[in-house]
């Protein structure tokens, strides 16, 4: 096992996000293909917004399309706890050391006293920072002080990301940033660096988002005299118009696209895709197969354009590798309105296999074979016929079909050849072309424009609910 340890550390302030779900990808991919370690940290510090729903739906969500910690939140591991609510003794000891090196302070400003200052940097257009007033006080800690970090007055800070390359931040840039509320209440950056080191984590692999966070966190590193790790900041997730990802414009929750029947392969293939790529234009590709191909230097540094379409398209395709039992038992919560046999279910499940995007459209493709519709007598009669065209080819197809050879014990594509032969020598006879006959068919055994042709139709139907249909169909003459 290699040493690199990579960490996802989501906030349970929310929802699980999908482009949460794309960087706890990243790190597991980076952490597989290497033989690390993949550790999963819950950063809950905000109490107010953090919950036990959200937590528990980020761990669910994340487990569930296969990304399984290593080490963390669920598996325990040599570096727990793994909850920040659970290591404040933690961020208090290296707290203090900080403040007894004289590296942060106690600041007593009060909320109108920086609101002021704030306002003034405002007027002389300047940033907003902290002018640095309770630096040297050396009183007591009271009531509502808070610590602040002791940034260096010069200097620059210089770090090699992997995606993004050399980046240097002026340290004169950066202001006396506040770490903790109080002892026992370390801020983000703070408990971040301190997980980080006694969780011995290698890489840091998250959201641009944090690229603003950096150079702070390596100043807290430095002070406390340990070596930051690698970095690799992720490009943003845009929408089809490149505007940062959003809701208006897409869907955002993890467990949205669960909800419309996208599969965890489908999902874990189209994330990886946003932001890396394989160097050709391969697009399908199982975990293990990205696993194997993973790295961070194909890790691309412009957004990646989150295209529906192409999810879509990639569900389908992952669609059509599960087996007809697999795809049948996934369709059926989605298929409340289904009143057929195991039998004839799976039947049905095979025909529609090529024509799903989705498993939430299940019942759009499938209902006509649960029920017949209410359909309009013109619905049977097709392009280049009249009402005693369809009449005629139905009448017809309905001797047939009563006298079709035994088909429902035979598999596709055998009962679909024995039928075509079968009907085609019934259209040569009336001298019809194709579609003239058939179309009257298929539209009487599914009631509706759009369903799998006719053979496939009668294949699943079977002869008693075919000879029904078309029998119901000539009704309407
Ligand atoms: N907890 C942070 C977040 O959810 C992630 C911190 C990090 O990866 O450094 O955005």
Do not use: M, W
């Given at each position: 096992m290699s040493d690199i340890r990579v960490r996802m550390a989501p906030s349970p302030t929310g929802a699980l996000h999908i482009g949460t779900v794309r960087t706890a990808l990243f790190n597991y991919l980076y952490a597989k293909h290497v033989g690390g370690t993949y550790v999963l940290r819950i950063e809950d510090t905000d109490k107010t917004r953090s919950t036990v729903e959200f937590e528990e739906q980020i761990v669910q969500g994340l487990t569930d399309l296969g990304l399984v910690p290593d080490e963390g939140v669920g598996v325990g591991g040599p570096y727990g706890p793994y909850k920040q609510s659970e290591r404040v003794e933690i961020y208090h000891e290296y707290l203090q050391k900080l403040l007894d090196d004289g590296k942060a302070y106690y600041c007593?400003?009060?909320?109108?006293?920086?609101?002021?200052?704030?306002?003034?940097?405002?007027?002389?257009?300047?940033?907003?920072?902290?002018?640095?007033?309770?630096?040297?006080?050396?009183?007591?800690?009271?009531?509502?002080?808070?610590?602040?970090?002791?940034?260096?007055?010069?200097?620059?800070?210089?770090?090699?990301?992997?995606?993004?390359?050399?980046?240097?931040?002026?340290?004169?840039?950066?202001?006396?940033f506040v770490i903790a509320k109080n002892l026992d209440e370390a801020l983000y950056n703070f408990s971040v660096v301190i997980d980080d080191i006694t969780m011995k984590i290698t890489h840091v692999i998250r959201g641009e988002d944090h690229i603003s966070?950096?150079?702070?966190?390596?100043?807290?590193?430095?002070?406390?005299?340990?070596?930051?790790?690698?970095?690799?900041?992720?490009?943003l997730i845009l929408n089809e118009d490149r505007s940062k990802l959003s809701k208006r414009k897409n869907k955002v929750e993890f467990r949205d696209y669960l909800a419309q029947g996208y599969l965890p392969e489908a999902l874990v293939n189209f994330l990886a895709l946003l932001g890396w790529n394989p160097g050709d234009d391969r697009e399908i590709f199982s975990l293990p197969e990205i696993i194997k191909e993973f790295s961070l230097e194909r890790v691309q540094k412009s957004g990646a354009v989150f295209d529906i379409k192409k999810l879509n398209w990639m569900n389908g395709q992952w669609i059509r590798k599960l087996s007809i039992e697999e795809l049948a038992s996934k369709l059926k919560p989605f298929l409340q309105d289904n009143k057929l046999d195991e039998k004839t279910l799976k039947k049905a499940v095979q025909v529609t296999q090529s024509r799903l995007e989705k498993l939430a459209e299940a019942s759009e493709h499938m209902h006509f074979f649960f029920e017949l519709p209410v359909y309009e007598k013109s619905l049977l009669i097709g392009k280049n016929m009249d009402e005693a065209l369809a009449k005629l080819a139905l009448e017809k197809s309905l001797e047939l079909v009563r006298e079709l050879p035994d088909w429902e014990a035979l598999e596709l594509p055998a009962a679909e050849e024995m039928m075509k032969t079968e009907f085609l020598k019934l259209i040569e006879k009336l001298n019809l072309k194709t579609g003239q006959v058939l179309w009257p068919v298929r539209a009487a055994l599914s009631g509706t424009s759009f369903s799998p042709g006719a053979f496939e139709m009668l294949w699943v139907l079977g002869r008693e609910e075919s000879v029904g249909r078309l029998e119901s169909a000539l009704g309407k003459f």
């Open positions: 007593y400003c009060t909320k109108d006293e920086l609101e002021a200052e704030r306002e003034r940097c405002e007027k002389e257009k300047l940033p907003p920072r902290y002018s640095g007033k309770c630096r040297e006080l050396t009183r007591e800690p009271a009531e509502g002080a808070v610590i602040r970090f002791k940034t260096p007055q010069t200097g620059e800070i210089s770090y090699e990301d992997t995606v993004r390359g050399k980046v240097t931040v002026q340290v004169k840039e950066l202001d006396d966070n950096t150079p702070k966190q390596i100043l807290i590193y430095q002070a406390l005299g340990f070596t930051p790790p690698q970095f690799a900041h992720l490009p």
